[in-house]
């Protein structure tokens, strides 16, 4: 009910104030890549890597997605074997999915009928608080609970901050238990229905409870991999976790999806006006259930009066029963000091794509929101820039004619349809195939490794005992924990060079 008033606010604003050409989409089409990123600069020839896709138009050839990263073994096998990289058609012409507004506001707001069901775990933390865990399940499944001798690689959802669940969430959720993956939904305290068992909230980039949730996820399926993906800013807290935790994170590859990289000047610049609107509506509803309890350590008055992000964060974790303005300018620098997601960039020890859209309404302006020096020196890093897709949309022509199709058939045929029916979010097929393609190249690796550590030992006789015996205790540890820190500081020396 709340989605569908959101929806409806946000449709009316909409329709009254925003212009027809973004309605329709007509407006010109933003620069593709832009000046110096379509080809590589000179300057930086040998720096970094920038796969281009060209899509052949009427009137001009126009690029519509780039791969921006430092060269590395690992870049180059992505290259060579993610062929969703290069193919993104995104929708043009006279549709309203071709707004990237729209886009943004249809994949934020409006529900989504979806065939998966959830299993919640709640766990509970050391200072006796809760966050939950949502296990997604295909609804035909009798079984509610996966055995802990399972194998299938765990996918770690990690929502916005605000706790909406969005359209995108449940579509990702769907695509991975099609391709065998045990999607898990991680909820902050609070939201989505966790109940507020402590006076404390989650600050935005706060990892610890995140960290709790990683070892539950360990000690129930300790023989798969991990795999996290985040939305939104979301992605603020997965890329705290990764620098905090470094190559103790236990985690193969991570994806951040449409992500805020600089949040702080996000808070203080601020959306356009119905977008924030919007949010802090939202947050506000969600905050009002725990107004009396909360009123015990901030000052409620002051939060539901607020009417920007900025403001509702700045008295939630900054204010503390202060009013003074300069304490709390103060506190608000002190804060993003701790909170700030890339603070520990450098730590990061595992691959991380983020895919963004260069017309993201939500994130802003692509040459002063995104960090490009970071692709371009970290080899951990990589980008997957589109000309088009707005904030978690992605929208591509064969969605749309799927989705078109799937409608006129009508729904008859969707309880025997199984998971993975609809069209896939273009999205949704890159962040997997680059899973896949990261887990093969560290599996190729290691079997290099062990393959030259074999032939050195076979050239002396107790070198080759010792080697012998070494090589059987490997073999047995790789099922049962094939992430763990000795593999993932291999890894790293291995796809850096």
């Avoid at 569908?4 to 946000?10: E, M, P, S």
């Avoid at 989705?403 to 097929?429: C, E, F, I, Q, Y």
Wanted: charged fraction near 20%; include cysteine.
């Amino acid at each position: 009910m709340l989605g569908w008033l959101v929806a409806v606010c946000i449709v009316i604003l909409v329709v009254l104030m925003w212009p027809g050409s973004k309605f329709f989409g007509t407006e010109s089409q933003p620069d593709a890549i832009p000046q110096g990123m379509g080809v590589p600069r000179q300057a930086a020839k040998d720096k970094t890597v920038r796969c281009i896709s060209d899509r052949e138009g009427s009137v001009e050839k126009t690029r519509t997605v780039a791969l921006i990263c430092k060269p590395s073994a690992l870049a180059n096998y992505l290259l060579k074997h993610c062929r969703t990289f290069s193919n993104y058609s995104p929708c043009v012409g006279w549709t309203w999915r071709a707004s990237a507004f729209l886009l943004s506001v249809y994949e934020a707001c409006w529900p989504y009928d979806s065939p998966v069901q959830f299993v919640r775990d709640n766990l509970q933390l050391s200072d006796d608080g809760l966050l939950a865990l949502d296990w997604a399940v295909p609804s035909y499944q009798k079984r509610r609970r996966t055995s802990s001798h399972s194998t299938s690689p765990v996918l770690l959802i990690i929502p916005n901050s605000f706790g909406k669940i969005t359209r995108n969430v449940l579509k990702l959720c769907e695509t991975a238990l099609s391709h065998g993956y045990l999607p898990a939904v991680f909820n902050r305290r609070s939201h989505n229905g966790t109940l507020l068992t402590t006076l404390k909230l989650q600050q935005f980039g706060d990892p610890a409870d995140l960290r709790e949730a990683v070892r539950y996820i360990r000690y129930r399926q300790p023989a798969g991999r991990l795999y996290a993906v985040s939305e939104s800013t979301g992605s603020g807290l997965l890329l705290s976790y990764l620098g905090e935790c470094g190559s103790s994170s236990y985690m193969t590859a991570a994806v951040c999806l449409s992500p805020v990289f600089r949040c702080q000047s996000w808070f203080e610049s601020g959306l356009c006006w119905p977008l924030q609107w919007a949010l802090v509506l939202y947050q506000k509803i969600c905050l009002s259930r725990y107004r009396t309890v909360l009123g015990e350590t901030i000052q409620t008055d002051t939060l539901f009066s607020s009417c920007s992000l900025r403001g509702l964060e700045e008295t939630l974790f900054c204010q503390a029963g202060t009013s003074s303005s300069s304490n709390t300018s103060g506190a608000w620098d002190a804060y993003w000091e701790r909170n700030e997601p890339l603070r520990d960039v450098d730590e990061v020890a595992i691959p991380v794509l983020s895919v963004c859209a260069q017309d993201d309404p939500v994130r802003g302006n692509t040459q002063s929101t995104v960090p490009f020096e970071l692709f371009e020196t970290n080899p951990h890093f990589f980008l997957l820039l589109t000309d088009r897709g707005g904030h978690c949309g992605f929208s591509t022509q064969f969605e749309e004619s799927a989705t078109g199709a799937l409608s006129a058939v009508g729904s008859a045929a969707a309880p025997n349809s199984g998971m993975g029916s609809r069209g896939t979010n273009w999205s949704h097929k890159a962040l997997l195939e680059f899973f896949r393609a990261t887990t093969d190249f560290f599996a190729a690796e290691e079997r290099a490794k062990q393959l030259a550590a074999r032939r050195r030992g076979f050239g002396g006789g107790s070198g080759g005992r010792i080697f012998r015996h070494r090589s059987v205790s490997t073999c047995k540890r790789v099922p049962v924990c094939s992430h763990n820190i000795h593999a993932i500081y291999n890894w790293q020396r291995s796809y850096t060079r």
